[in-house]
């Protein structure tokens, strides 16, 4: 009986063995596996912090799920933007609402998914084809970032996840980049290709309204009513009706007349007229836009009033006063402005042989056959410059002074030779030619689209803004918003 009791005791001691032994392999286990999910960021990358929904007839429906991680790529997207440091993020910056910077960019992230993710179910329903840019885009992106892992001697998830959260690695980063670029590459191919302005609509945009787009030469003065001086609005009258009377002598009056007349009346010596150099004139304001805002509404729409002939002068009486206005000249901004496209041809693409990269780049130059589309097509496929991959090299409305420089950064020779071939008058539509610089670092094709007077340039500027609004507005036509969980993202961002 000794014997059994001590046997049994023995059996009771080893199954407890056991089970201790199992239950610590467990919780090793379990503590190895949440280390490597902490480590690696599991949770952040598939864990929803925000939802895209719509909703229809007061029911709402998810339309995706967008993991912590990647609205962290958006997040910090327009921080940059907005240029709002880490420490000002819970600052309050509306004290009506008590909404923090943070809320702020929290909500204006969350719109730019909402577009981005929209815009990219519209591109893949119309079947748009990029011809791998956003692809090249991203990949341009993630070796900027490798440029900066090895300048802080990281590693280049190390690096990203200081900025995203734990988590991010490449592979993430570019799949955020190219889904961001593919949404901002059809966003140009439709403002491009399927925004047309005709040249008949613009004509009827500036008949409709010709002072939003004319400029105006014209002198006016205003005689202010003083109760102190006892100058009231009779004696203001008077004033400005010897203006009047003062061009009434003159064939062809001047705005140089102008100022002469009023000068005859306040003195050389008047406190308005001091200031002046001798070769300004007085009272004249050249190539004054209604839209400035600075030069009273009353004289704006005398002058801008088509059926107020050019030459003509008149009073105008307010209670504070009276004006004097004489329309000199109604113009329009007739500066030439390009529409071109542009690829740079980087010679890392051809391991530094510029001789290839030339060659290559005036043959494409020489075909007849591009258009508009082809050339889209090329650059896509050609440069890695970031902005002409997701414009397709698209630029609208330049001028001559664009390409001239400034006091911050001198016109390079690719400038100079690019305007002196876009600003030839004898450049039509599909020309192309190719750009080289006298180093053979860069090679640039060109290709024309067209010339516009500024004043037709702006119209069609403005028809595209509209047209691209109401595309816009189209896309969210099903109530689309979404909803954000901030305190997961701000859980699992470490």
Same mark, same amino acid.
């Given at each position: ?10 059996m009771?001691?080893s ?12 919780? /090793? ?39 912590v ?19 000002? /993020? ?17 909500? =204006? ?6 577009n ?7 591109a ?15 990949? *341009?992106?993630? !070796? ?9 001697? /990281? ?6 996840? #200081? ?7 490449t ?9 961001m ?25 500036f ?26 609005i009779?004696?203001?009258q ?12 003159k064939?062809?009056? =001047? ?22 150099t ?8 050249? *190539? ?11 004289? =704006? ?12 002068? #008149? ?11 004489f ?11 390009? =529409? ?8 890392s693409s ?54 001239q ?12 030779? #690019?305007?002196?071939?876009?600003? !030839? ?6 020309? /192309? ?62």
């Amino acid at each position: 009986m000794a014997s059994n009791k001590k046997s049994n005791k023995s059996m009771k001691a080893s199954k407890k063995g056991k089970i201790i032994a199992i239950l610590v392999t467990l919780v /090793m286990a379990f503590s190895a596996i949440a280390y490597f999910v902490y480590f690696t960021g599991l949770i952040p990358k598939f864990v929803p912090g925000m939802r895209v929904v719509k909703v229809v007839d007061g029911k709402t429906s998810k339309i995706e799920d967008i993991s912590v991680l990647e609205f962290n790529y958006h997040l910090s997207t327009v921080q940059n933007s907005y240029q709002i440091p880490e420490e000002y /993020m819970d600052t309050v910056y509306d004290e009506t609402t008590g909404e923090t910077y943070r809320d702020l960019l929290l909500k =204006t992230a969350a719109d730019e998914i909402v577009n981005c993710v929209l815009v990219e179910n519209q591109a893949k329903a119309k079947g748009y084809d990029d011809f791998g840019g956003a692809e090249r885009y991203a990949k *341009s992106m993630a !070796d900027q970032a490798t440029i900066y892992s090895t300048l802080y001697n /990281m590693t280049d998830d190390q690096y990203l996840s #200081s900025i995203y959260g734990r988590g991010m690695t490449t592979r993430l980063y570019r799949k955020c980049t190219e889904r961001m670029a593919i949404a901002t590459e059809y966003e140009n191919y439709v403002k491009q290709f399927e925004m047309e302005v005709k040249p008949e609509e613009i004509e009827a945009s500036f008949n409709e309204n010709p002072s939003a787009y004319q400029r105006g030469n014209f002198s006016y003065k205003f005689f202010p009513v003083n109760e102190e001086t006892k100058y009231d609005i009779a004696a203001a009258q008077a004033d400005a009706d010897k203006v009047v009377a003062a061009l009434d002598k003159k064939d062809a009056p =001047t705005n140089q007349d102008f100022a002469d007349a009023v000068i005859a009346i306040v003195g050389k010596d008047a406190p308005e007229l001091q200031g002046y150099t001798e070769d300004v004139v007085p009272y004249y304001y050249q *190539s004054y836009s209604a839209s400035l805002g600075y030069v009273s509404s009353d004289v =704006t729409d005398y002058v801008f009033n088509q059926d107020n002939e050019v030459g003509s002068y #008149s009073t105008i009486a307010t209670d504070d006063g009276v004006y004097v206005i004489f329309v000199i000249d109604r113009i329009v901004d007739e500066t030439p402005a390009v =529409t071109y496209r542009s690829c740079t041809v980087y010679l890392s693409s051809y391991g530094g042989d510029y001789q290839k990269a030339l060659d290559d780049a005036n043959a494409f130059a020489a075909k007849t056959d591009v258009d508009s589309h082809a050339f889209d097509k090329y650059v896509k496929q050609t440069t890695v410059n970031p902005n002409e991959i997701l414009t397709g090299g698209y630029k609208l409305g330049l001028t001559e002074e664009d390409f001239q420089g400034n006091a911050y950064q001198e016109a390079t020779e690719i400038d100079t030779k #690019s305007s002196a071939w876009l600003f !030839d008058s004898a450049r039509k539509a599909g020309d /192309m030619t190719v750009i080289t610089d006298a180093e053979n670092n860069t090679v640039t094709v060109l290709y024309f689209e067209e010339s516009l007077p500024m004043w037709q340039m702006g119209i069609k500027e403005s028809a595209i803004a509209l047209l691209s609004q109401k595309w816009n507005t189209e896309l969210h036509a099903n109530g689309e918003t979404y909803e954000i969980s901030k305190d997961v993202i701000k859980r699992w961002t470490y």
